[in-house]
């Protein structure tokens, strides 16, 4: 291992300025900012690495002894953007009780779809969000404040900001919507208002740049391995069965290769990062047909991001500028169908898609805990006057994030890994690719 010194990620946090108040927190470990955390990244984070090394200074997480804002005085806000996701309402939860026992912050404001919910013109209400309105919200998936997608111009949501008087907003989203938080710290910087923009990044996708762990990812992979199971019971209970599950991830297989390796049950993924072709000796469907003459059953997971380039036409687009997918599996059942057909061997398909229950159930004991901790940290962070930033867990310790670094591009599975090395071992397929 080569250590890399010509790349190089700006880690420096924002302050809105000096923090000089002292913090009303008792027996709590404080944060030295002088003191920055070195980090060893490696490709499993950034696949730029290959198969170096870099060494990368990060700010801490965690209460500091000086304050910029005084709580008595702040206002908060929180938004949740983009799609469902396990432990959104864990982290809104998280939030509002450290807002209100730990410092004595009064006024956590709910805005409701979005954001959407900052513009006049749809005429969402505000909420205001309690300790006692959120007490048991953790118990249900999805979010209190609904969501929505789309953009949203920042000079209209800092307009509201400014009506509303609020000096801390929370966003809580993926990287769509980090980049509109990032959009509004420019706005606030162009106007020199003081308002803090803390971002808390949500894909149940887990392909946030340089967000190692994405809260909800544990609970989306436990949730699909029920799903592979069962399709494996599907596929081992008849002659030549097959058992085909569609998993979320759109341009990253990270939920899929997960499961693969939680339950050592599948037989062939497919994801978005890896092409595959359906026809000819060493396409998909003669691959599959090699399994099901020797061993009489395969279970297969797809991610719905994969094999886009089968599929014809240019893709439509979303809200939110996102591609529209074309439903591979679709395509997949049709194709596998007509191979076996054609050849005049049994086939018997069992198909599930789990997408909409995954992200929807409510977070499980991990994430819970990792929720917790980015709710905590964020307005620890906040209340410090840090701004454009995310807090997120990066190896085994929590630190903040500049805005800038997760919004850079998406991350992906690095199929030249070990990781990746290991999910293939687990699959077998590559043998029936091979012969």
């Known amino acids: 291992m080569v250590r890399k010194k010509s790349m190089h990620f700006e880690t420096t946090i924002s302050c809105l300025g000096p923090a000089k108040i002292p913090t009303t ?44 804002f ?63 309105s959120v007490s048991n919200i953790h118990q249900f998936g ?29 966003v809580i989203g993926g990287d769509g919507s980090m980049r509109a938080a990032k959009g509004i710290v420019d706005e606030v910087s162009k106007r020199n208002r003081k ?18 762990r994405s809260f909800g990812f544990d609970t989306a992979v436990e949730k699909a391995t029920e799903a592979i199971q069962c399709a494996h019971v599907e596929a081992c209970g008849v002659d030549m069965g097959v058992g085909l599950v569609k998993l979320m991830g759109r341009e990253a297989g990270f939920i899929a290769a997960q499961a693969t390796l939680a339950l050592q049950e599948v037989n062939f993924l497919l994801v978005p990062e890896q092409k595959f072709k359906l026809d000819g000796e060493d396409g998909f469907l003669m691959a599959l047909e090699r399994r099901l003459t020797s061993r009489k059953h395969a279970v297969i997971v797809c991610a ?67 929720c917790g901790f980015l709710g905590q940290h964020a307005v620890h962070a906040a209340l410090a006057g840090k701004t454009g930033m995310v807090v997120t867990q990066l190896k085994s310790s929590m630190v903040h994030m500049p805005l800038n670094l997760v919004t850079g591009k998406r991350r992906s599975l690095n199929t030249d890994s070990g990781y990746w090395c290991s999910v293939m071992e687990s699959t077998g397929q590559q043998a029936y690719f091979s012969k």
Do not use: W
Request: proline share 5%; glycine share 8%; hydrophobic share 35%.
């Open 142 to 170: 999805g979010t209190i404040l609904a969501s929505s997608r789309g953009l949203q111009r920042p000079e209209e949501i800092v307009d509201s900001l400014e009506r509303l008087n609020i000096n801390i907003l929370f």
């Open 304 to 370: 719905e991001g994969a094999g886009q380039d089968l599929m014809n036409g240019e893709p439509e687009r979303d809200s939110s500028g996102n591609p529209k997918l074309s439903d591979i599996c679709a395509l997949l059942m049709q194709r596998i169908k007509e191979h076996f057909k054609e050849r005049d061997l049994e086939m018997n398909m069992k198909y599930i898609d789990p997408s909409y229950i995954i992200r929807s159930v409510p977070a499980n004991a991990g994430d819970r805990v990792y």
């Open 195 to 212: 308002i803090a923009v803390i971002g808390i990044p949500k894909t149940i996708d887990n392909d946030i740049n340089f967000i190692s």
């Open 70 to 132: 005084d709580p008595s005085k702040t206002k908060c806000a929180i938004v949740t953007c983009g799609g469902l996701c396990p432990g959104i309402n864990d982290v809104i939860r998280s939030i509002v009780m450290e807002a209100h026992y730990h410092y004595g912050i009064r006024t956590v404001m709910g805005i409701r779809n979005g954001l959407r919910g900052f513009i006049p013109e749809y005429g969402y209400d505000i909420i205001e969000l309690t300790p006692e």
């Open 25 to 68: 927190l008792k027996s709590t470990h404080f944060v030295d900012d002088s003191k920055p955390l070195g980090l060893m990244m490696t490709s499993e984070e950034l696949t730029e690495l290959n198969n170096d090394t870099l060494l990368m200074d990060f700010e801490k997480a965690g209460a500091r002894k000086k304050l910029y």
